[in-house]
């Protein structure tokens, strides 16, 4: 296996100190965290994947009741625990739920809103969180590893949602050790921030799509994590929009539809088309963008979120599909990624009801400036053979993951420039907790680029081989994570600190 980082200077520094490695061995790899492989497993994988049916109509995320008794409030409940899914005639699977649902129920709610929900985590035996992906909330709200909630404990997360934060977050658990398990067995949802002054006209509607993907095993059970799954991040066998596998969506000619996409995978890459409708970037992960942005192609890598407002013009059919995309993928078994239709769209021959056109401006959005610090990450994988079986480590600044280390400290309020540089061999999208962040620049190869448009994110895939700089600003103060959001790189070791500080 040739891989750059194979005999990089840095290798054996860290193979000195193993403890700060995140280590696998081929030999024993039932004591990894989140490895589970028990000869069952391998049976049942060997049979062949069961696929879900095709073709059912397109089911909207069930919405969490809003249970406050006044207004600009936002209170429910989620319970996290075992379900059991019927997914195919005959086959029970053992999954993960919300509420009793995977993905869990939206959460809709305004800017301006006190959020107070009150997490019981009724998982058998686990520790886990409730982390609110990309939301301006407080650091000791925000389902940090640090906070765990244990088995069969309750907790409540309270926050206010600021003016301006209106976008297309999710939740999703966060506990040491377990993340990537316990969102491939079926934990995360969707939170969207609404404004009340939205430019989108209300006609084309407002949809979420959750894309997740899906492994099930002859019996039906879903597989526990292979080697192959930890080196390049899982990937199913199928992807599931809102659980459902290729559904059919009925629209009249001429129809605008608002939809958020969201990549809620744990590590599959998506790069996205739509074949007889026409696509509009109105969003990313924090919101709306300045102004629309037709697009033919979309890549939306793991964690990341799309906010689109797509025409259906062309009676017929229109798919929203995949396209090929080299995410760099190590040893055998690279899913094919390119031709796989996620949703079938009936468009009417007869017309329907006139729409009003999309504004041609959104949002003003002011670019951050004048960066007081800038830091350097980079991102590096390491691989070794040594007497006992290989060792693997996903590392940031030569580091593993170290819970009770601090790796950077920032000054709240203040703007910092974070170059993340990639000198892997995969591509890992870049999240960090508690604030959005506006991309400026992109380097590959010695040819620097800037984003077409300014934006809001809170992940952002970088390529192997590239760097990409952003500016960013932490308003609260408390500890906050930054990682890869491929789940089992983060679960190896690619995550850090950051302690924000008034
Ligand atoms: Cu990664």
């Given at each position: 296996m040739h891989r750059r980082g194979f005999l990089a200077a840095g290798l054996a520094?860290?193979?000195?100190?193993?403890?700060?490695?995140?280590?696998?061995?081929?030999?024993?790899?039932?004591?990894?965290?989140?490895?589970?492989?028990?000869?069952?497993?391998?049976?049942?994988?060997?049979?062949?994947?069961?696929?879900?049916?095709?073709?059912?109509?397109?089911?909207?995320?069930?919405?969490?009741?809003?249970?406050?008794?006044?207004p600009s409030m936002f209170k429910a409940k989620l319970t996290a625990e075992a379900a059991i899914a019927r997914i195919t005639e005959g086959l029970e699977t053992p999954i993960l739920a919300y509420n009793g649902s995977s993905p869990g129920p939206l959460i809709e709610a305004f800017e301006g809103d006190r959020v107070e929900i009150t997490f019981a985590n009724r998982i058998n035996s686990e520790a886990s969180t409730i982390h609110w992906h990309g939301m301006p909330v407080p650091a000791d709200q925000d389902g940090n590893p640090m906070d765990p909630v244990a088995a069969g404990a309750d907790r409540v997360y309270a926050f206010d949602l600021p003016e301006g934060s209106a976008g297309s977050y999710w939740y999703h658990p966060h506990p040491h050790g377990r993340t990537a398990e316990q969102v491939y067995r079926g934990l995360a949802g969707a939170f969207v921030v609404k404004s009340k002054?939205?430019?989108?006209?209300?006609?084309?509607?407002?949809?979420?799509?959750?894309?997740?993907?899906?492994?099930?095993?002859?019996?039906?059970?879903?597989?526990?994590?292979?080697?192959?799954?930890?080196?390049?991040?899982?990937?199913?066998?199928?992807?599931?929009?809102?659980?459902?596998?290729?559904?059919?969506?009925a629209v009249a000619k001429g129809d605008r539809?608002?939809?958020?996409?969201?990549?809620?995978?744990?590590?599959?890459?998506?790069?996205?088309?739509f074949e007889g409708a026409?696509?509009?970037?109105?969003?990313?992960?924090?919101?709306?963008?300045?102004?629309?942005?037709?697009?033919?192609?979309?890549?939306?890598?793991?964690?990341?979120?799309?906010?689109?407002?797509?025409?259906?013009?062309?009676?017929?059919?229109?798919?929203?599909?995949?396209?090929?995309?080299?995410?760099?993928?190590?040893?055998?078994?690279?899913?094919?990624?390119?031709?796989?239709?996620?949703?079938?769209?009936?468009?009417?021959?007869?017309?329907?009801?006139?729409?009003?056109?999309?504004?041609?401006?959104?949002?003003?959005?002011?670019p951050l400036s004048a960066p007081a610090v800038s830091r350097r990450l980079i991102f590096a994988e390491i691989m070794a053979m040594n007497a006992t079986g290989m060792e693997m480590g996903f590392l940031i600044n030569g580091k593993a993951f170290d819970m009770a280390r601090i790796d950077i400290v920032s000054r709240a309020g203040e703007t910092e420039l974070w170059e993340i540089v990639n000198q892997a061999d995969m591509d890992h999208p870049f999240h960090v907790h508690?604030?959005?962040?506006?991309?400026?620049e992109h380097e590959r190869d010695g040819k620097v680029s800037k984003p077409p448009f300014v934006a809001w994110k809170d992940t952002v895939n970088v390529a192997r081989g590239e760097t990409v700089r952003l500016l960013l600003r932490q308003e609260q103060p408390g500890r906050r994570m930054y990682h890869c959001h491929i789940l089992e790189h983060e679960q190896l070791g690619m995550m850090g600190v950051l302690d924000v500080r008034a």
């Open positions: 520094t860290v193979l000195a100190s193993p403890r700060a490695l995140a280590q696998m061995k081929m030999d024993d790899m039932s004591t990894m965290p989140g490895m589970e492989m028990s000869g069952h497993d391998m049976n049942a994988m060997t049979q062949g994947a069961i696929m879900l049916p095709e073709g059912e109509a397109l089911r909207a995320l069930p919405l969490l009741a809003n249970e406050a008794a006044r002054a939205d430019p989108v006209p209300a006609e084309y509607g407002d949809m979420v799509l959750m894309l997740t993907d899906l492994r099930l095993a002859a019996d039906g059970s879903i597989p526990g994590n292979t080697m192959t799954d930890l080196m390049n991040g899982r990937v199913g066998d199928q992807v599931l929009v809102n659980g459902q596998r290729n559904p059919r969506l539809r608002r939809l958020r996409l969201y990549n809620a995978t744990n590590a599959r890459f998506l790069k996205l088309a026409a696509m509009t970037i109105v969003g990313t992960d924090g919101g709306l963008i300045e102004a629309p942005v037709a697009a033919d192609e979309i890549l939306l890598s793991p964690g990341e979120r799309i906010e689109l407002v797509v025409a259906f013009d062309s009676p017929g059919l229109a798919t929203l599909g995949t396209l090929d995309y080299d995410r760099g993928w190590m040893g055998a078994g690279r899913p094919a990624d390119a031709g796989l239709t996620l949703l079938t769209v009936d468009v009417s021959e007869t017309p329907g009801a006139a729409m009003p056109p999309l504004p041609t401006r959104l949002r003003p959005i002011a508690g604030t959005q962040f506006q991309v400026i």
